[in-house]
């Protein structure tokens, strides 16, 4: 099993959608979770991080964490072509300082105009 | 402007020669890191450094080499013991103060085995 796991897509989603991305992980002690997003060549970029259990809500991104099921998800309302992209989640294995990032493959996202 | 740079974009390499990648930030943070992406894979960790003169191996550290003497700098030898270095790769790097650092990412550089 991997440590962080995503369906690898291709997820296509109609403009003005809601795209749903998912992640889960294997480490239940993982405290913080992140979503980077990655335009084709390029380095990734954050879009949001949490950390409690729930929503947290920013513009039109929303992530979701369930720590008792382990899973990290990330909503995008009012989809736009630019917001085509690969969506990695990654889980922070640090407890202090540093990170270590655990990274899943990528969720390849298409929105369709 | 303040950032993290990678150099070379691109690199060609020799079967058995080493490389070096160049990775440098102004945003004064104290940890670095470097990453490996396989094409349709997410990020591996290859080593990170929390401050000058002191590093650790990441998850496949095997055929890398890392050092850093100075804060701003943390460069990546790709030596000929890595069997597989075609790759992108990316170098970061994170504050260490808070519990939840961003990590800001450089623009890579792609390495190509000939």
């Known amino acids: 099993q991997k440590e962080v796991e995503q369906n690898s897509g291709p997820l296509s989603v109609p403009e003005g959608a809601i795209a749903s991305l998912n992640c889960t992980y294997s480490?239940?002690?993982?405290?913080?979770f992140f979503w980077y997003r990655q335009y084709s060549g390029k380095s990734p970029e954050l879009i949001m991080f949490?950390?409690?259990?729930g929503d947290k809500e920013d513009g039109r991104f929303t992530a979701q964490l369930n720590k008792a099921s382990q899973y990290v998800s990330l909503l995008i309302r009012d989809s736009q072509p630019s917001d085509s992209a690969t969506y990695l989640c990654?889980?922070?294995?640090?407890?202090?300082?540093?990170?270590?990032?655990?990274f899943g493959q990528g969720t390849r996202l298409t929105i369709n105009p | 402007d303040g950032g993290i740079t990678q150099s070379p974009k691109y690199l060609f390499r020799k079967e058995g020669q080493n490389v070096t990648l160049s990775c440098e930030q102004n945003?004064?943070?104290?940890?670095m890191y470097w990453y490996r992406q396989d094409p349709g894979q997410g990020l591996r960790l290859i080593y990170y450094?929390?401050?000058?003169?002191?590093?650790q191996k990441g998850d496949i550290a095997e055929g890398y080499s890392v050092s850093r003497e100075k804060k701003e700098s943390f460069p990546l030898t790709v030596t000929s013991a890595q069997k597989n270095p075609t790759a992108f790769y990316l170098c970061?790097?994170?504050?260490?103060?808070?519990?939840?650092?961003?990590?800001?990412f450089g623009p890579g550089t792609r390495l190509t085995v000939l």
């Open positions: 970061a790097s994170s504050q260490t103060s808070g519990a939840y650092n961003e990590q800001f």
């Open positions: 480490d239940r002690g993982s405290q913080s």
């Open positions: 945003l004064n943070h104290d940890a």
């Open positions: 990654a889980v922070n294995k640090g407890r202090e300082g540093a990170q270590k990032l655990v």
């Open positions: 450094s929390q401050i000058v003169n002191d590093f």
């Open positions: 949490i950390y409690s259990n």
